[in-house]
T-cell receptor
Framework: QKEVEQNSGPLSVPEGAIASLNCTYS??????FFWYRQYSGKSPELIMS????GDKEDGRFTAQLNKASQYVSLLIRDSQPSDSATYLC??????????????FGKGTKLSVKP | DAGVIQSPRHEVTEMGQEVTLRCKPI?????LFWYRQTMMRGLELLIY????????DSGMPEDRFSAKMPNASFSTLKIQPSEPRDSAVYFC?????????????FGPGTRLTVL
């Protein structure tokens, strides 16, 4: 059973602080890693993708990947109230051809307090 | 671009009735995905298509669920007969490449309630 685990939260941080969201996955062969943001009552939208070990930065967001530890994280710097949402970690295993499955964690709810 | 379009946005039905959910992917996207989201189980992949061909339907819960993609611009997810445990939000998503390499764009979802 392939699993993606996230702390459900809620994670509460003050405005301007760094929010740190974590995710672990069970399948060592996983190759692609994504963070989606989902506002309440809305659909998920991609904010970051990462494919190799290390850090990837995009504006206030930094994704970190450690395949040896099977660990993915998302850092949000200078958190804003508008960042309050549920963050879904997704992990993909590519089987070849056109086959590959994206498995989502249940998400971490982030609340940024003004 | 209009994005992924789903209909209906809300559906309330009674147990035993047939339910059909519809999806129009983004033009030019070769992959289409159907997901189900509940509080208990999170976001689960039900089935996905590549160039209108079903590739993996291992997430379809049981024979009551079926999905079709008759052409590149239309897909349906059918539940017959529906049961209360099918109540969930059903999302359709599309992408240019497979899930391992590309952004998936989600539709607004269909909130299904089975009484």
């Amino acid at each position: 059973q392939k699993e993606v685990e996230q702390n459900s939260g809620p994670l509460s941080v003050p405005e301007g602080a760094i929010a740190s969201l974590n995710c672990t996955y069970s399948d060592r062969g996983s190759q692609s890693f994504f963070w989606y943001r989902q506002y309440s009552g809305k659909s998920p939208e991609l904010i970051m993708s990462i494919y190799s070990n290390g850090d990837k930065e995009d504006g206030r967001f930094t994704a970190q990947l450690n395949k040896a530890s099977q660990y993915v994280s998302l850092l949000i710097r200078d958190s804003q109230p508008s960042d309050s949402a549920t963050y879904l970690c997704a992990v993909c295993l590519f089987y070849g051809g056109s086959q590959g499955n994206l498995i989502f964690g249940k998400g971490t709810k982030l609340s940024v307090k003004p | 671009d209009a994005g992924v379009i789903q209909s209906p946005r809300h559906e309330v039905t009674e147990m035993g009735q047939e339910v059909t959910l519809r999806c129009k992917p983004i033009s030019g996207h070769d992959y289409l995905f159907w997901y189900r989201q509940t509080m208990m189980r999170g976001l689960e992949l039900l089935i996905y298509f590549n160039n209108n061909v079903p590739i993996d339907d291992s997430g379809m819960p049981e024979d009551r669920f079926s999905a079709k993609m008759p052409n590149a611009s239309f897909s349906t997810l059918k539940i017959q007969p529906s049961e209360p445990r099918d109540s969930a939000v059903y999302f359709c998503a599309s992408s240019r490449q497979g899930a391992w390499a590309d952004t998936q764009y989600f539709g607004p979802g269909t909130r299904l309630t089975v009484l």
